[in-house]
């Protein structure tokens, strides 16, 4: 790949509180050195010559435009996960590097076709799972791999997933959410964006053992009063142990927090404990907080994370860990290397979040 700036092309993009408007726009703004925007394209014409006169960029007539487009390097997929299929196959076919939100398909059925598509047409691939790539989650890995906290023994994760609660504010923007078959849960996403984050820092999962309800079988809807049909889990409790024989457990509740603790994840260690907090279960999206409490201390005290982890990217938290993936993809199209998480781990993860389903459904554990 030649040292030219990388031009990406956005599917997806809505003026507004859209995941492209909200991350991807200012996180490739951030890095006029290495990426211009190419354009945008939508489900209709009409759309994507809004969104283009919002942003300033170029209109692409459709989706086969833009991927089919010389004057596009990658492909950016920010749509609704049903769609996350049909256009990824497009930008396959069309030999275009694909930068696809997570997660990759609606279930691993879908994620192991697209995987197996692109690895057969040599496409350079990445997922969005950016939680992996925060800078208090590379400090921490840094941390474990100095041997911090001595020999991590369990970690224990209790969170709540915004989104699953009892109201919603945006009907239009949410009720998709609440739909299980869409496959767009609180297992898949705040769950899912964790537990991706979490094996880097204690390793790969190994066996697990859950249970999935769905105590809330309609949520009301803040604009109308009217209730709506939920179908998507708003309990999930996991536990299991790692390949490093570490215990771990979650237990992911719908809604959000009343203290505004909406994370707390703690790392139980022979040298102490750590722990790490934020606003929401979501952390890919909120910042967070370290904490120690070392053998021989009294209390938490703060664990800053240098610096040097937070240069050259947005300081907001949502573009920032988005701008830190769209690195590594550049360098990695420019070495050959693997560094940012490609369509082959989202399998992996598709996998995990299945096996949790299945020990749901059969009520024992399971090995992943």
């Avoid at 994760?157 to 869409?182: F, H, M, Q």
């Avoid at 769209?326 to 998480?341: E, F, I, K």
Wanted: with cysteine; net charge neutral.
């Amino acid at each position: 790949m030649s040292e030219h700036r990388l031009r990406v092309g956005i599917i997806g993009l809505q003026p507004g509180q859209s995941w492209a408007a909200r991350a991807h726009i200012p996180a490739l703004r951030a890095l006029p050195d290495r990426f211009d925007i190419a354009g945008v394209a939508n489900r209709s014409r009409s759309s994507a010559e809004e969104a283009g006169k919002a942003y300033n960029l170029h209109a692409f007539s459709s989706v086969d435009e833009l991927v089919n487009s010389p004057d596009v390097d990658i492909v950016t997929v920010t749509v609704r996960v049903p769609n996350h299929k049909e256009v990824v196959r497009k930008a396959i076919e069309a030999g275009k590097s694909i930068y696809c939100e997570w997660p990759l398909g609606r279930d691993l059925s879908e994620a192991e076709e697209l995987a197996a598509m692109a690895a057969e047409h040599q496409i350079k691939t990445v997922i969005g799972t950016q939680a992996r790539l925060a800078p208090e989650m590379l400090y921490l890995r840094g941390l474990m791999d100095q041997e911090y906290l001595g020999e991590i023994l369990s970690s224990a994760v209790l969170a709540y997933g915004r989104g699953w609660g009892a109201t919603i504010s945006d009907e239009k923007r949410e009720s998709y959410l609440l739909d299980k078959t869409n496959g767009a849960t609180m297992l898949s996403i705040p769950m899912g964006h964790t537990l991706a984050a979490m094996q880097d820092i204690i390793g790969g999962i190994k066996q697990v053992s859950s249970i999935i309800g769905n105590r809330r079988n309609t949520v009301l809807s803040l604009q109308d009063g009217k209730s709506i049909a939920m179908t998507a889990p708003d309990q999930v409790l996991v536990n299991g142990v790692t390949e490093k024989n570490i215990l771990f457990s979650l237990h992911y509740r719908g809604g959000t927090a009343p203290d505004g603790h909406g994370l707390i994840w703690e790392l139980n260690g022979t040298k102490g404990v750590i722990r790490i907090t934020g606003p929401s279960g979501h952390t890919q999206m909120v910042p967070l907080q370290i904490e120690c409490c070392l053998l021989g201390d009294t209390a938490f005290k703060p664990v800053p994370v240098p610096e040097t982890f937070l240069q050259g990217c947005p300081a907001d938290v949502i573009p920032g860990n988005v701008a830190r993936m769209y690195s590594r993809l550049a360098s990695d199209l420019q070495t050959g290397r693997h560094t940012a998480p490609d369509f082959g781990d989202a399998v992996r993860l598709h996998r995990l979040l299945t096996a949790i389903e299945q020990s749901s459904g059969c009520g024992t554990r399971i090995t992943v």
